[in-house]
């Protein structure tokens, strides 16, 4: 862990300072801070309804904070999520849309050619790249309603890669592949995290805190320390009821854990 | 048989009729795709119908009806889009409203109108054999019109269809490209309403498009494809209608019908053949 947290830069890639967001008066985020440092994987989790898809839809503008002030690299939303490389749930998707691989990558450089221009070689060139990192490249003529939900994620891996940016975003990357997938999805964002900040969230506890840097837990406020254990104090603060509750399937992968982390320090 | 053809070839009317036949499919074909892909059938359907009113209007002045129809759908097309995005009011809802104030604007202004008027119901109905020399100019325009606007805006277009949320946060103009893609949707549904009539415009919007999607898993090569279903239906559906003295909208409209329902039984036999040759899975 030591080293890992060597390699983080000391560069603020999300800045989110006493946020407050929500629906018609609801406030959905209540005073949330979060640092996302360059080179961090961060994961979030929490409770459905807790705010994670709000927190997610304030990063990427789609909806404005009622109060408090959201950076990206030093820039207001609208700028600054260019830099952001959006990989959205699987679930949203007609799989009889007529498209292949390459076209669905291609929108990574939606950003950079604006209105009126085509893409360029060069484009094509980031786009090659991207998908020759998820190891979609020789599918690029497939049609994307074809491909498997573990293929289909690592194409919108590659798309959100193709924008070049600065952070990567994920949103329940893995709530509809089977866990054998989710494993190579895991060991693929693990080398991307070398170059490129990930911030993700997911319902999936365990999962979740045993692949990433830093963990927060996000119901309303985010708990949040800039550590990779997720202590029961954060999840009972987090969750508001008994952990047995919430750690369902995987108890094994969250406490002993958690309780090993604790031992080390 | 060719000797009938070839006659039938001497009139103006018929020559017409089967150029705007093969006018008339390339924006089908192409904007139709869109309408299947995005699932805005029924948003035409609303625009549609809210042209009638345009129709009325355009007696009510005493000005080209078409040109009333023109105003009515972009207005129809765009106002819905914009308000639709804006307010978050639910789609159908909306789309009914338009539907159902459009028609009945236009049945008021008709009323209100002197005169006789032998024409209207071909504006219902459509009149594919009576299209002036004078149409076919302005279908080649509305056609280089759609096209070359689909080729500028071809990979927003795609973008907004296929991930609205990628596209935004890529600061593609969502809102705009929505509305561009509203206002060829319109002018698609004047076009169409001239062969088919409005009540059938949504039939060649969607069925050519709907046949295409399930050979083609490409977009442009979609929209190729139903282009040339839709070149055929109304080719074969214009002489069907002619030799048997048959409403040519209708006849066309039943061709095509009959054509989805044949993609979707062979479609059906395909992946039943598959998968009882495919060993299952151990």
């Given amino acids: 862990m030591a080293d890992e947290a060597r390699k983080m830069g000391s560069r603020e ?15 959905v985020l209540q005073d949330v801070n979060l640092s996302v440092q360059e080179l961090d994987f961060i994961g979030i989790v929490g ?24 950076r990206i690299m030093g820039r207001p939303i609208e700028e600054g999520r260019r830099h952001v490389g959006y990989v959205p749930q699987l679930t949203e998707f007609d799989s009889d849309f007529p498209i292949n691989v390459w076209d669905v990558a291609c929108m990574g450089r939606l950003g950079d050619r604006g209105l009126l221009h085509r893409y360029t070689k060069e484009d094509e060139g980031i786009v090659a790249t991207a998908l020759e990192q ?16 573990g293929q289909r994620q690592r194409v919108y891996v590659a798309r959100a890669l193709a924008t070049e940016p600065a952070v990567l975003l994920l949103d329940e990357p893995l709530a509809s592949v089977d866990p054998r997938v989710s494993s190579n999805i895991y060991d693929l964002l693990k080398r991307l995290n070398d170059k490129v900040t990930i911030v993700m969230v997911s319902h999936d506890v365990g999962a979740i805190s045993s692949h990433v840097k830093t963990v927060g837990c996000l119901n309303r406020r985010l708990f949040y320390h800039g550590g990779d254990a997720l202590t029961q104090e954060m999840l009972e603060l987090a969750y508001q009821c008994p952990i047995d509750l919430i750690a369902h399937g995987v108890p094994h992968r969250v406490f002993p854990d958690h309780a090993a982390h604790g031992g080390d320090k | 048989m060719i000797d009938a053809v070839l006659e039938a070839l001497q009139f103006v009317f018929m020559r017409n009729a089967l150029l705007t036949g093969l006018l008339v499919s390339v924006a089908c074909g192409v904007i139709g795709t869109f309408v299947v892909v995005k699932r805005i059938v029924f948003v035409s359907g609303g625009i549609a119908h809210a042209a009638y009113g345009g129709i009325g209007l355009g007696y009510f002045l005493g000005l080209d009806p078409v040109l009333g129809a023109v105003v009515f759908s972009l207005a129809a097309g765009l106002g819905m889009g914009a308000v639709q995005r804006r307010t978050g009011e639910r789609a159908d809802t909306l789309i009914g409203v338009m ?17 006789y008027k032998a024409d209207l119901l071909s504006y219902l109905f459509g009149s594919i054999l009576a299209v002036p020399t004078s149409d076919l100019m302005v279908m080649v325009v509305l056609d280089v019109l759609i096209v070359g ?29 929505y509305l561009v893609l509203m206002g060829l949707v319109a002018l698609t549904v004047v076009m169409l309403m001239r062969v088919v009539g409005l009540i059938l415009v949504i039939a060649m919007l969607t069925i050519p498009a709907a046949i295409a999607g399930r050979l083609v898993k490409d977009m442009k090569h979609m929209m190729i494809l139903a282009s040339g279903f839709g070149m055929f239906f109304m080719t074969a559906g214009l002489w069907l209608s002619y030799f048997l003295n048959l409403t040519s909208g209708a006849t066309i409209i039943l061709l095509a019908g009959l054509g989805y329902l044949v993609s979707l039984s062979l479609q059906w036999l395909g992946t039943r053949s598959r998968r009882l040759n495919t060993p299952a899975k151990g």
């Fill in chain 2, 99 to 115: 539907w159902a104030i459009g028609m009945a604007t236009g049945i008021i202004l008709v009323d209100l109108s002197p005169g």
């Fill in chain 1, 134 to 149: 998820v190891d979609m490249l020789d599918q690029r003529h497939r049609p994307f309603g074809d491909l498997s939900g």
């Fill in chain 1, 47 to 70: 409770p459905n309804g807790g705010g994670k898809t709000t927190l997610l839809k304030v990063l990427l503008g789609l909806i404005h904070p009622t109060r408090g002030q959201v």
């Fill in chain 2, 149 to 177: 606007s689909v080729l500028i805006f071809y990979k927003e277009l795609l973008a907004i269809s296929f991930d609205e949320v990628f596209a935004t946060v890529e600061n593609v103009p969502v809102g705009a490209m």
């Fill in chain 1, 13 to 27: 890639v999300i800045a989110v300072r006493h946020l407050w967001a929500g629906y018609d008066g609801e406030m």
